[in-house]
């Protein structure tokens, strides 16, 4: 059995290791589809940070981060029975927010979005 090119030949491989060479057909070459991401927004994260510190981190994909900022909030609260959380919770409350404007402008730099 012989295949001419114009019988669309790029569509089989043939088989070698047989007596008889038989055309069968070849397995189909899969394109790998570019995948488009969404830039995560620095505004909604510093909002999101704004009333629930460290929830801006979370949604940026910083759970850690984000889970260490609420801890360190509840933290400074709790402190404030003995009056030094009235100043560590207005900084972690800050470095929340900054956390989180940092973090969807690294995660949109590293998938090459400009923001």
């Known amino acids: 059995m012989s295949i001419s090119p114009s019988d669309g030949a790029e569509q089989y491989r043939v088989q070698e290791d047989a007596e008889d060479q038989v055309a069968i057909p070849a397995q189909p070459q899969h394109q790998v589809q570019p995948v488009a991401v969404q ?3 620095a505004g909604l994260a510093v909002v999101a940070s704004f009333f629930v510190p460290g929830l801006g981190s979370m949604l940026n994909e910083q759970v850690g981060k ?11 609260w709790i402190s404030c029975v003995i009056l030094i959380g009235f100043a560590l919770a207005p900084v972690v409350w800050i470095w929340g927010m900054v956390a989180a404007n940092n973090d969807a402008h690294r995660w949109n730099r590293a998938h090459g979005i400009l923001s």
């Open 39 to 41: 830039p995560h927004s």
């Open 66 to 76: 984000g889970i260490l900022i609420l801890c360190c909030y509840a933290v400074a």
